[in-house]
C-alpha cells in the first residue's frame, strides 16, 4: 500500500476508533465526550465562522477528521521515515503525547471562544485515553502494511 493511502486508511480507521470510544463513554457516563458535536459548539460560538452550526453539522466531522489526518501523517511519516519506534509501548507514549497536545488544543478553546463555567478534569483524561486507541489503531495498520 502506498504512503498516502496508509494515511487516508489510516485517518478514516483511527479517527473512527477514537470517535466510537468518546461516543460509547458519552453514553454510558451521560457526559459530553463527542469530539465532532463539541467542535459544533465551537463554530456555534465563535466569531470567526458564520455558520449556525447543529451538533451534527458536517463541519464538526470534517475538522475532526481533517485533524486526525494531520496526526496519521506525521505518525505514518515519522515511522516509516525517521526510525521512530513502532512499538506498542511507544504507540503508547505518542498516543499520551497526542492526547495532551488535544488537551492543550481543547483547553485553548474553552477559554477562548466556549468558555464553560466549569472544564471537567476527567474530559482531559478521556483524551489521553481516546488518542492511545488512536494511535494504537494507526500502529497497527502501519504494521500491517
Known amino acids: 500500500m502506498s504512503t498516502t493511502l496508509l494515511i487516508i486508511v489510516a485517518t478514516i480507521c483511527s ?8 461516543y460509547l463513554l458519552s453514553y454510558f457516563i451521560k457526559k459530553q465526550y ?4 463539541l467542535l459544533n459548539l465551537l463554530i456555534c460560538k465563535s466569531k470567526f465562522i458564520p455558520i449556525e452550526a447543529s451538533k ?28 521512530l519506534s513502532s512499538s506498542w509501548q511507544s ?12 488537551s492543550i488544543g481543547w483547553t485553548l478553546f474553552f477559554k477562548t471562544i466556549y468558555k464553560p463555567s466549569h472544564i471537567d478534569f476527567w474530559y482531559f483524561v478521556h483524551l489521553i485515553i481516546a488518542h492511545i486507541i488512536f494511535v494504537l489503531t494507526a500502529l497497527a495498520l502501519y504494521k500491517i502494511n
Not at 463527542?34 to 458535536?37: C, I, L, S
Open 56 to 83: 451534527n453539522h458536517p463541519l464538526g466531522w470534517i475538522i475532526h477528521f481533517s485533524i486526525g489526518l494531520v496526526f496519521d501523517a506525521v505518525l505514518i511519516l515519522l515511522w516509516s521515515n525517521y526510525s
Open 91 to 102: 504507540g503508547v507514549y505518542l498516543g499520551i503525547v497526542l492526547g495532551i497536545i488535544g
Open 15 to 22: 479517527t473512527i476508533t477514537m470517535t466510537t470510544f468518546s
Open 34 to 37: 463527542r469530539g465532532p458535536e
